[in-house]
């Protein structure tokens, strides 16, 4: 099987594996389309006040359809731990399968 990568982010490039894209829209689309992704990174903030990283963690949530492996990357703390938060109480109730990495690892903003 294909190993399939996303970055959400509006401002950081993604690694050169991954599939970048910068809307949390965007991201559901893709995630929608069922090819099975091995790894997930999440920023919060994406510069629209429409929409976050936080609407792409209900959906995986709500859908029941879970990446090998998740990393929040948001450098907004408070946010990123929610998101984060929200993703263990789904591994300790058992909605998201044990199976499943998930790991906060904020990034700081870099701009060039």
Not at 26 to 51: R, T
Not at 56 to 69: A, F, G, S
């Amino acid at each position: 099987m294909e190993r399939r990568n996303i970055f959400l982010d509006d401002v950081r490039p993604g690694p050169e594996d991954h599939i970048l894209v910068k809307t949390a829209e965007e991201c559901i689309l893709l995630l929608e389309d069922d090819e099975h992704v091995s790894h997930l990174s999440l920023d919060h903030d994406l510069g629209s006040n429409k929409s976050n990283g936080f609407e792409v963690v209900l959906y995986l949530l709500e859908n029941e359809q879970y990446p090998d492996r998740i990393t929040i990357h948001s450098a907004n703390a408070a946010a990123g731990k929610k998101m984060y938060q929200h993703l263990l109480e789904g591994k300790r109730k058992g909605t998201i399968p044990e199976r499943v990495k998930v790991t906060l690892r904020p990034l700081p903003l870099t701009f060039s």
